[in-house]
Structure formats: structure tokens, C-alpha cells
T-cell receptor
């Protein structure tokens, strides 16, 4: 079965650089969520999109932005990277019927040096 | 604001034991509760999803219960195996907000 695809799997950036993470949801899932998981931390919600519109916003820094495109894939853009941005970034998708729950991608490990 | 707590934070058991992981949440107005497994540095694998109207779900050696009124869920693992070693995360979805709120997880080590 198709899963949530994230790219790249690993990314190394220097401070003050920019990074773009991509997420391809499960077909027919119309909602995409982004989470950040720091070392030894639980996942923290960043932002979500429903039908290409931002639906909810969590603890996403102003330096980050995201969008969902017409094919439902989403991109998380991160600028002016800081050392503290080093984390696992997960994307998840769910269908309109939330009762089917979330499916998470394998994540992108971002290391800022 | 929803808060999710998991007890214990870490657990080490010999192979074959039955064990219980606990999850509590402060706001009982939830839409559903999901248990995940995470291996070190890896993604989140969904184990069980319990809707707010349900009391339990079972999958193989796993059984999860939900007591919404008391704000508690338990994950029961029968006949534990070394391959069960991982961090187990409980997450709740609020009735209004679609985002998940996670607990800090229980790190399980099953000794062969």
C-alpha cells in the first residue's frame, strides 16, 4: 500500500541557510500535517493543510513557511536555519474522515551545523 | 490546552512477560486516541486507533483500552519479544483541533 513519502531522508545545512522539505501524502488523503521532533523529545505539531488551505497552526517559527499544492503534496520551507532547528521532521496525512487516523512518513533528519 | 502523560518513561522486562503502558490526558473531549511505535531515529508506526466512542481495540498481541471519562488509555502487550523493543507513543486528537498531541513516550526494552 502507498505510504506517505518524504524527501530528502537526510539533510545537512549550515547556519543561516535555507532548506525545503517535501511530503507526498497517501492518495486521496486531503489533509497534511507537519511535526518536528527534537532529540529526545516528543513530536510537536507545526502546521496543517486541508484541501490546500492552512487549517491549523502550532509552534511553527516565523522563519518557517509551508504550503500544499494542487497535487496535494506539501513543502516546508525553512530559512535562516539555527542549530536548534536540527530535528526529525515528520509529515503525516489523513483522509477527510479523521476516524481513519494518521499515517506518518519516515521523516527527514535535518542537521544544522 | 491538552496535556498527555505517559507512565512509565522507561521499562525493561524479560522476554515473555505481559506488560501495560499507561497514557493519561487532561481534556476528555477527544476525537480519537492513537498508539504509535517508534524505533530509534525512525518514523512513527501506527499500532492502534481508538475512536472516542470505542472502549478498546486489538491487533495481534496488542490491546489498547480507552476510558475517556477518566482521561486514560492503556496499551497491553502480551508475551513480549525482543523485537518489541522501541518507544511507544500515545497521541490524542482533540474534538476541535485535528492536530495530535503526543505524550513523551515509554521506552521499552525486552531482554532476550
Amino acid at each position: 500500500a502507498a505510504g506517505v513519502i518524504q524527501s530528502p531522508r537526510h539533510l545537512i545545512k549550515e547556519k543561516r541557510e535555507t532548506a525545503t522539505l517535501k511530503c507526498y501524502p497517501i492518495p486521496r488523503h486531503d489533509t497534511v500535517y507537519w511535526y518536528q521532533q527534537g532529540p529526545g523529545q516528543d513530536p510537536q505539531f507545526l502546521i496543517s493543510f486541508y484541501e490546500k488551505m492552512q487549517s491549523d497552526k502550532g509552534s511553527i517559527p516565523d522563519r518557517f513557511s509551508a504550503q500544499q499544492f494542487s497535487d496535494y503534496h506539501s513543502e516546508l520551507n525553512m530559512s535562516s536555519l539555527e542549530l536548534g532547528d536540527s530535528a526529525l521532521y515528520f509529515c503525516a496525512s489523513s483522509p477527510a474522515r479523521d476516524r481513519d487516523g494518521y499515517t506518518f512518513g519516515s521523516g527527514t533528519r535535518l542537521t544544522v551545523v | 490546552k491538552q496535556e498527555v502523560t505517559q507512565i512509565p518513561a522507561a521499562l525493561s522486562v524479560p522476554e515473555g512477560e505481559n506488560l501495560v503502558l499507561n497514557c493519561s490526558f487532561t481534556d476528555s473531549a477527544i476525537y480519537n486516541l492513537q498508539w504509535f511505535r517508534q524505533d530509534p531515529g525512525k518514523g512513527l508506526t501506527s499500532l492502534l486507533l481508538i475512536q472516542s466512542s470505542q472502549r478498546e481495540q486489538t491487533s495481534g498481541r496488542l490491546n489498547a483500552s480507552l476510558d475517556k471519562s477518566s482521561g486514560r488509555s492503556t496499551l497491553y502487550i502480551a508475551a513480549s519479544q525482543p523485537g518489541d523493543s522501541a518507544t511507544y507513543l500515545c497521541a490524542v486528537q482533540g474534538s476541535g483541533r485535528r492536530a495530535l498531541t503526543f505524550g513523551s513516550g515509554t521506552r521499552l526494552q525486552v531482554q532476550p
